[in-house]
């Protein structure tokens, strides 16, 4: 069974940085790709970044600049650095692992950002 974990969020003041962390495990098929979503309150989940094995990345426009997707050698650990927080960068962050045909979220963390 699949197991995608998420961490680092948390409350910071606007101009701060955040590192989240995401793990991926027990899966026998290939993970071709993570990447970060996010949901902010009363909004659609919508796309903050992406990476594949390959380590192709690709932001949504906003996030250009202040944000930084990577992994980890063996690609079944992501990381979001994200600087220059602004409060409309609060919203629940969740991540995702694609597998074969597959998507598996995380539960999502919370990231507050204080005016």
């Known amino acids: 069974q699949v197991h995608v974990v998420e961490s680092g969020g948390g409350l910071v003041q606007a101009g701060g940085s955040l590192r989240l962390s995401c793990a991926a495990s027990?899966?026998?098929?290939?993970?071709?790709?993570m990447g970060w979503f996010r949901q902010p309150p009363g909004k659609q989940r919508e796309l903050v970044a992406t990476i594949t094995s390959s380590g192709s990345t690709h932001y949504a426009g906003s996030m250009w600049g202040r944000f930084t997707i990577s992994t980890d050698d063996a690609k079944n650990t992501v990381y979001l650095q994200m600087n220059s927080l602004k409060p409309e960068d609060t919203a629940v962050y969740y991540c995702a692992a694609f597998i074969t045909t597959m998507t598996y979220w995380g539960q999502g963390t919370q990231v507050t950002v204080s005016s």
């Open positions: 027990g899966t026998d098929g290939s993970i071709n790709g």
